[in-house]
């Protein structure tokens, strides 16, 4: 991998390939990184996205996206349910083919990519604890045998930050679904990414949660790190974005806060119905 990644068609390697669709995912190596240290301001890369394009059968889903994301800024991307926006993440992270070119520039070696979902599907009788869970996702090491110590500190520490450290020997499915979503927050933190991709995290949290996501969200930008976010919550977007793109299957503005959460602009974007492919 190079420091500037184009993905053109759809993508290789392990860097950008999700584990599997609508699980939160991280692209990691096994040896753990903990957020204790601080990243260098701009460690997260931009983002280009040129002419982007996905049609599947007679559909369009994307019609030749353009826009950019600012290393080590917070960029929300908003728009109507259908517009497209978490099939521009799944380009993104190599799960679906596309048209156009996708570039990460990294500011030197590649780093690591964290993914939240919106949601996490599975089994609520299974006796699968929050511990159990973080040690599925971050380790390689059968989750049964336990935590592993190579990851116990970093796991403990990412559950401290998102308020769920009591809460390790819960099964996951007595979680609230906010308490989940937190369970999902911590473990994109590990180990510790420089671009994050957020599919509309705040949508089932509660107030304690939410004040605990934009904390974080505050963390992540002191930090330098990239955050590419899909959010429904206008008014949590124009507190802390620093950019705004608006998605209806093609890009209708991209502006900062003030500039693109108008009254005009958002009637234009939860309005407009673009065409499908003939």
Not at 106 to 123: C, H, K, N, R, S
Request: glycine content about 10%.
């Amino acid at each position: 991998m190079t420091a500037k990644e184009t993905l053109s068609e759809p993508p290789v390697g392990a860097g950008l390939l999700a584990k599997a669709v609508g699980q939160s995912t991280l692209m990691s190596t096994d040896t753990p990184s903990s957020r204790a240290s601080p990243l260098p301001q701009s460690a997260g890369p931009m983002l280009d996205f040129v002419e982007v394009s996905l049609t599947l059968g007679r559909t369009t889903i994307l019609d030749h996206v353009t826009f950019q994301v600012q290393p080590g800024s917070v960029h929300a991307l908003v728009g109507p349910n259908g517009g497209g926006k978490s099939s521009l993440i799944k380009t993104l992270l190599g799960q679906m083919p596309h048209q156009g070119r996708l570039s990460l520039q990294w500011p030197g070696t590649p780093g690591t990519i964290g993914y939240v979902p919106q949601a996490l599907e599975f089994d609520r009788g299974l006796p699968m604890t929050v511990d159990d869970f973080m040690a599925a996702m971050c380790q390689r090491r059968p989750a049964f045998l336990g935590l592993s110590k190579h990851y116990a500190a970093a796991i403990g520490e990412a559950l401290e930050q998102v308020g769920m450290q009591d809460k390790r020997k819960r099964r996951m499915g007595a979680l609230s679904g906010g308490e989940r979503q937190r369970v999902l927050l911590a473990q994109g933190l590990i180990p510790a990414p420089q671009l994050l991709v957020l599919d509309e995290p705040m949508s089932a949290l509660d107030e304690a949660g939410i004040q605990v996501f934009e904390r974080l969200l505050s963390d992540w930008r002191q930090s330098g790190i990239t955050v590419l976010w899909i959010e429904h919550d206008l008014e949590a977007v124009g507190r802390l974005a620093d950019r705004v793109t608006g998605l209806n299957r093609r890009v209708l503005f991209d502006a900062t806060p003030k500039q693109a959460l108008t009254p005009e602009r958002l009637l234009t974007l939860f309005s407009t119905h673009p065409r499908s492919a003939a």
